[in-house]
C-alpha cells in the first residue's frame, strides 16, 4: 500500500476555504519557516480512501473475537464512549476555576469512592495513567510509608516467578532489589520459598490474584500474614480484577495496596498506546503518602485539595487521563453492584467453557477450574509434530481471529493464553473453540503447511528477532 505521501500531486488540495475576511498579519520573519511545509497533496476522497484502507488493516475488538490474555480486551459499550464525548467533559481546563467544573470534579470523586468499595481499599488517587504508572506509584507510597516509620533497611521486593513483566520493572525504576520466588506446582505461591525469601528488608510482595495463568490463590490469607508478620506490605495488581469484582475484594484479602487497569476491568478500549488510567487504591495507613491534589467534597461541593507534607507529590500533570475515568464511572453506574459481579462471574464462566472444550487436544496447566483466563501447552505438539505456539498464533490469524496471548506466563512452554471475557456469547466461544480444533487436525495433516500461515496477511513472519531489536522506525521508499 503506497503511503499518503506517495499518493501525493502537486496541487490537489482536500479543502476550500472562504476568502480570507480579516485584514492579514505581516508576521516577523524570524517567525515565518524557511522552507514550505512537506504535506501531502491530496484530495478529500483520497484522503478519505486513504485512511479507510489503513483502519481495514487493523483488528480490534469491534472487529471479532480477541482473547488475549492477560489484557482483558473486552467489548466496551458505546455509551460510555458518548459519556465521555460529552461537551460539558471534553470542552473544559484543568486550569479552570473549580466552581466551574463542579459536575467534573462530583465525577471524579464518586469514581475514586466507587473504586475504594469495589477494591476495600479506604482511599484511591485517579492520577497515574496506566497499571504500571500505578504500580511505579504505588511503590513509592510503600517507600514513603516504611521510611516515614523509620524503617530504613527495607530495599526488597517479592515477585512471583508468574508476575507480569512491570511488576519487576516497577520495582527497579524505585530503587528496589527485586527477589524473584518459585511458583509451586500448582501454580499458586511456593509459601515455603515465601517463607523463607521475607524478613527484616522485605519492602513488599506484589501479587496479582487470580494470578497469570487465571488461578486463584486461595492461600492468600496466609500469603498476607507471613508478609505482615515479616513487616513488608502486600500490593495487588489489579490486572485481573474482571475476574472478582463484585464478588471478592483485594482489601478483604489483605491488601494495603492495589492498582487498577481502568482501560482492562472498566471500560476504555485498549490497545496502540493509551490513554489508559491506573488508579492506586490504599488502606488508611498510606493514605497520607497519596499524590495530591485530591477531590474532596464538604456541603455538597466539590474541592482540589493539596495534600499534606508526606505525600509523594503529583505523578501526572493536573489530574490524569479524565476521559478514561468517566468511561469507568458510566460502566459502573450502568452495571450497578449486581451486574459489575455478573460480568465476573460470566467472564469465568466463559473462561472454563472455552478451557473445558480445548483441554482434550492441548494440556492445560494445573487446576480443572480456572478464573477469567486460561494457560494451555503446545510442548506436547511440538514434540510430536514440530508445530509451536508461534505457528498456532499465525493461523488462526487466517481465520480471522485475533490470536490469544503466547508465550507467557513464562512458567508454561509453549503457552497459548486465552482470555475471552464476559462480552462473547456462546455462539463466538463455539466458533473459536471449532476453529482452534480444527486447526490442531490441519496441523498433523500437514505440519510444514501449516508453518506457513499467515497466507492472508500483507506481512506474513517478520524476522522478530531483528524487528524489536533494529527496528525501521521511518518510512524509506
Ligand atoms: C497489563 C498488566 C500490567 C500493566 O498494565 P499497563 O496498564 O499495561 O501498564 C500489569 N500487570 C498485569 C498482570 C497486567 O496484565
Known amino acids: 500500500m503506497k503511503t499518503i505521501f506517495e499518493k501525493s500531486v502537486p496541487g490537489k488540495c482536500a479543502i476550500s476555504l472562504a476568502p480570507c475576511d480579516v485584514p492579514a498579519y505581516d508576521l516577523d520573519a524570524s517567525l515565518l519557516r524557511e522552507t514550505p511545509l512537506n504535506l501531502p497533496e491530496v484530495s478529500e476522497v483520497e484522503v478519505v480512501r486513504h485512511y479507510t484502507a489503513l483502519s481495514k488493516r487493523a483488528y480490534g475488538v469491534d472487529d471479532g473475537f480477541y482473547p488475549l490474555g492477560s489484557c482483558t480486551m473486552k467489548y466496551n459499550p458505546k455509551l460510555n464512549e458518548e459519556v465521555a464525548a460529552l461537551p460539558g467533559f471534553t470542552g473544559i481546563h484543568p486550569l479552570q476555576c473549580e466552581c466551574t467544573v463542579q459536575g467534573a470534579l462530583k465525577a471524579m470523586h464518586t469514581l475514586s469512592r466507587k473504586l475504594a468499595a469495589i477494591t476495600g481499599m479506604d482511599e484511591v488517587t485517579l492520577?497515574?495513567?496506566?497499571?504500571?504508572?500505578?504500580?511505579?506509584?504505588?511503590?513509592?507510597?510503600?517507600?514513603?510509608y516504611h521510611l516515614d516509620r523509620g524503617d530504613t533497611g527495607r530495599d526488597k521486593i517479592i515477585v512471583p516467578d508468574s508476575a507480569?513483566?512491570?511488576?519487576?520493572?516497577?520495582?527497579?525504576?524505585?530503587?528496589?532489589?527485586?527477589?524473584?520466588?518459585?511458583?509451586?506446582?500448582?501454580?499458586?505461591?511456593?509459601?515455603?520459598?515465601?517463607?523463607?525469601?521475607?524478613?527484616?528488608?522485605?519492602?513488599?510482595?506484589?501479587?496479582?490474584n487470580p494470578n497469570t495463568v487465571g488461578i486463584f490463590d486461595k492461600n492468600i490469607a496466609k500469603i498476607a500474614q507471613i508478609v505482615h508478620d515479616a513487616g513488608g506490605l502486600l500490593y495487588y495488581d489489579g490486572a485481573n480484577l474482571n475476574a472478582i469484582m463484585g464478588t471478592i475484594r483485594p482489601g478483604d484479602m489483605g491488601y494495603d495496596v492495589v492498582h487498577l487497569n481502568l482501560h482492562k476491568t472498566f471500560s476504555t478500549p485498549h490497545g496502540g498506546g493509551g490513554p489508559g488510567s491506573g488508579p492506586v487504591g490504599c488502606k488508611a495507613a498510606l493514605a497520607k503518602y497519596l499524590p495530591g491534589p485530591v477531590v474532596t467534597e464538604k456541603d455538597g461541593k466539590y474541592h482540589l485539595t493539596s495534600v499534606g507534607g508526606k505525600s509523594i507529590g503529583c505523578v501526572k500533570t493536573f489530574y490524569g487521563?479524565?476521559?478514561?475515568?468517566?468511561?469507568?464511572?458510566?460502566?459502573?453506574?450502568?452495571?450497578?453492584?449486581?451486574?459489575?459481579?455478573l460480568a465476573s462471574q460470566l467472564a469465568v464462566l466463559n473462561a472454563n467453557y472455552m478451557?473445558?472444550?480445548?483441554?482434550?487436544?492441548f494440556p492445560t496447566y494445573s487446576s480443572d477450574i480456572c478464573m477469567?483466563?486460561?494457560?494451555?501447552?503446545?510442548?506436547?505438539?511440538?514434540?510430536?509434530?514440530?508445530?509451536?505456539?508461534?505457528?498456532?498464533?499465525?493461523?488462526?490469524?487466517?481465520?480471522?481471529?485475533?490470536?490469544?496471548?503466547?508465550?507467557?506466563?513464562?512458567?508454561?512452554?509453549?503457552?497459548?493464553?486465552?482470555?475471552?471475557?464476559?462480552?462473547?456469547?456462546?455462539?463466538?466461544?463455539?466458533?473459536?473453540?471449532?476453529?482452534?480444533?480444527?486447526?490442531?487436525?490441519?496441523?498433523?495433516?500437514?505440519?510444514?503447511?501449516?508453518?506457513?500461515?499467515?497466507?492472508?496477511?500483507?506481512?506474513?513472519?517478520?524476522?522478530?528477532v531483528t524487528a524489536a531489536r533494529k527496528p525501521v522506525l521511518i518510512y524509506k521508499a
Open 127 to 144: 492520577q497515574p495513567a496506566a497499571g504500571a504508572h500505578g504500580e511505579y506509584t504505588a511503590l513509592q507510597l510503600i517507600r514513603a
Open 164 to 208: 507480569h513483566g512491570t511488576n519487576p520493572a516497577s520495582a527497579a525504576m524505585n530503587g528496589y532489589t527485586v527477589v524473584n520466588i518459585p511458583s509451586a506446582a500448582d501454580g499458586c505461591v511456593d509459601l515455603d520459598a515465601l517463607r523463607s525469601a521475607v524478613g527484616p528488608d522485605t519492602a513488599a510482595l506484589m501479587l496479582t
Open 321 to 341: 487521563n479524565f476521559l478514561v475515568m468517566l468511561r469507568a464511572l458510566a460502566y459502573i453506574e450502568v452495571l450497578g453492584k449486581e451486574g459489575i459481579k
Open 372 to 464: 477469567h483466563e486460561f494457560v494451555v501447552s503446545c510442548d506436547k505438539i511440538k514434540e510430536e509434530i514440530g508445530v509451536t505456539a508461534l505457528d498456532f498464533a499465525k493461523a488462526m490469524i487466517d481465520r480471522g481471529m485475533h490470536p490469544p496471548t503466547i508465550y507467557f506466563p513464562l512458567i508454561v512452554h509453549e503457552a497459548l493464553m486465552f482470555e475471552p471475557t464476559e462480552t462473547e456469547s456462546k455462539e463466538t466461544l463455539d466458533w473459536a473453540c471449532d476453529t482452534v480444533l480444527d486447526l490442531v487436525a490441519e496441523a498433523y495433516k500437514d505440519p510444514a503447511a501449516f508453518k506457513q500461515h499467515p497466507r492472508k496477511m500483507p506481512i506474513g513472519r517478520p524476522d522478530e
Open 355 to 361: 478451557m473445558a472444550r480445548l483441554k482434550d487436544k
